[in-house]
DNA sequence: CCATGCGTACCGCTGAGTGGGACGGTGGCC
DNA sequence: GGCCACCGTCCCACTCAGCGGTACGCATGG
């Protein structure tokens, strides 16, 4: 079998989260042959883990192919990384979504991407291209570099060195332009994302703190950006992120706090 | 090893399960020995199995101790039962929310209780015994009778068959008056909580249809019982449910649809 | 009517997983 | 201050859980 993928050993639990992994956003329901093809396991072990899933409530029955289960929702939900950072934030990200009619999101920094934690759309809203529980490149969006300019310089690094790839024609795609704007951010205390992610998506971002003076994470305000006027949307976007990082016990100590 | 508390084989997988699930809502970290002590895995294991966990991200090292991991949190927002019934009915929550100044819940039912998929809070929200992800017994809820009422006869007896567990002294606790209470909500379309789950709370709820006429989940509004007029909520909670519903592409024939 | 691909089932081999045990560090109680 | 209990970590020989090649019955469709 093909274990060269694995840069470890491949135990069972690999190839289990290699069967989970199979899925996505668009990816909800597999068969076992395909299920085999994607995780390169064999036929009779992909069928053999795909019962085993089934019986622990991580992956559901559908007629003959298989899905993810509720079980796993219900887990996901219990991360405290997500659900502290969420709980607290919800009321705020409300208010902020009231005052400028925009599309609110909160995101955590993972690795190197970060991964959307709340999304608050708006009635009218265009599609976007973040998705609760999707990940982005951190130094591509607006919460991302919020998040990166107050992180320690290692994370930093590890973002850069794992190539800044592009994703418009206005991605911030060399370290140098990168770091200037993460110390501009650090100095304001606000970022922004001037269709950088994605074409026609704007966002003004500012960074959460949490009680140990740790950047947790990011609030922004995002829209289009034929309609989304971000620098007038900044101080509200400070604003609420100051107020949840104070509500969260984070030490602020002067206009600009950093780690 | 202690495994006769597992019924069928302790595999690698199922003891992944058990160290997963050892964490709760306030059980956000642990530490080995207390891991250890909790599933009956012998320490070693244990140790081994949160490595393992750690690498693969459904765990995250905090110090010492383990907890939840943010991929957990990332595949659980891809499960197709909650994605796509959290994703079509929020507007018609908002609006809820709105038109009845009430909490508003969305859950679904998984074996014999119900998982809430997502709540929307009212801002002076007296704090409720539910939570995003939790489970509460079918029988003991609005949400879960109104499933229950248009849910397959076997789903019913499984619950009855479990034992229909006292929450509050109103908990509904004899098959036969649920059989009927069933037969009740079949006829109007509409289910009440009246402090069946937790004391001072009450709801009213309604059934929320797919594409192929099975009832999928239930939508409700809850509140204190000393603020909230259940009755005149119902109306609401209906129409919002059969909206969704339409939208979903239920076949709705009359006033009340059964599977 | 055969080719193809599916889900399912069986079964012998083997190395991944197991857990007992040991070890060093640490915190608190006496 | 010194004892002790408990912690996380690591090692290692045994064994059975997991692996995958193989085969079968069944749709599908060309």
Redesign the pocket.
Known sequence: ?R?AEWDG????????AAVLDAFGADTTE????????RTG????????????LVRIGWLE?AG???RLGMHLFELGQLVPRQRALREAALPFMEDLREATNSNVHLAVLEGIEVVYVEILRVRDSQPLPSRVGGRLPAHATGVGKAILAFSPADVVKARIDAGLTRRTAYTVIMPGPLMRELATIRESGISYDRQESAMGVVCAAAPVFGADGRVLGGLSVTGRAERLDTERMAPAVRTAALTLSRQLGAPLRRASTRS
Chains 1, 2 share one sequence.
């Open positions: 079998m274990t050993g491949p135990s069972v639990l690999a190839r289990a597999l068969g076992i042959s395909e299920l085999a093809r396991l064999a036929k009779s072990t992909a069928h053999r883990l795909a019962g085993e029955q003959t192919k298989v």
